[in-house]
């Protein structure tokens, strides 16, 4: 498996004085940046580090390199697919290798759309399907409405909403 969840000690707070133990995810032992924002943006503020919902993302990124496929080229029906071959095949890195229940499916599709949704925000296009009409009339301009959009004519974010800046190179912080 080319993904794995590796222990993190992620430096934050005014003066980069605390340090919070994270979850992220490694590709061949380099942290993947964008994922690991998310993961960030959802662990800063928590107790003890997420684990059930990293893993559902290892797991779904392995999915993707197995079938020759990346985060950001995905459509709706990859990840169909992809829900349906964990309900019904089961995959032999997912689990214990046995089909996953109902509730566990629900659980992979709150962990993938926060991510899709958070990529979405953070001004990365992604393919229409994954988006609702709503999301589409917000994010993407149209000829006519030009106002009120997240993300101008060339798929960049143009508004100030970006998160706070995070540190691009993650390694020097994962635990051994």
Same mark, same amino acid.
């Given at each position: 498996? !080319?993904?794995? *969840?590796?222990?993190?000690? =992620?430096? #934050? ?6 340090? /919070?133990?994270?979850?992220?995810? *490694? $590709?061949?032992?380099?942290? @993947?940046?964008?994922?690991? +924002? #998310? ?15 990293? =893993? =559902?993302? @290892? ?5 993707? $390199?197995?079938?020759?496929?990346? *985060?950001? $080229?995905? %459509?709706?029906?990859?990840? /169909? ?6 309900? &019904? ?10 089909? @996953?229940?109902?509730?566990? &499916? /629900? ?6 759309? %926060? ?6 925000? +953070? ?7 994954? =988006?609702? !009409? ?10 006519? #409405? %030009? ?23 993650? +390694? /020097?912080?994962?635990?051994?």
């Amino acid at each position: 498996m !080319r993904f794995k *969840v590796k222990k993190a000690l =992620y430096p #934050h707070g005014t003066n980069n004085d605390s340090w /919070q133990p994270m979850n992220l995810i *490694v $590709d061949d032992d380099i942290p @993947c940046t964008e994922i690991n +924002r #998310h993961l960030v943006l959802l662990q800063i503020s928590k107790e003890k580090p997420l684990t059930t919902s990293v =893993y =559902y993302l @290892c797991i779904y990124l392995n999915y993707l $390199d197995e079938h020759g496929l990346e *985060v950001m $080229d995905v %459509k709706m029906s990859d990840i /169909q697919d992809f829900l349906q071959e964990l309900y &019904i095949d089961s995959l032999p890195y997912a689990g214990k290798g046995a089909p @996953c229940s109902y509730s566990a &499916i /629900q659980d992979y599709i709150e962990v993938l759309s %926060k991510l899709y949704d958070n990529l979405s925000l +953070r001004g990365y296009k992604m393919d229409e399907s994954l =988006y609702t !009409r709503s999301q589409l009339m917000m994010l993407a301009p149209t000829k006519g #409405h %030009k106002k009120a959009h997240v993300l101008d004519a060339k798929g960049k974010i143009h508004t100030s909403y970006i998160p706070a800046t995070l540190i691009e190179d993650m +390694r /020097q912080y994962l635990i051994d």
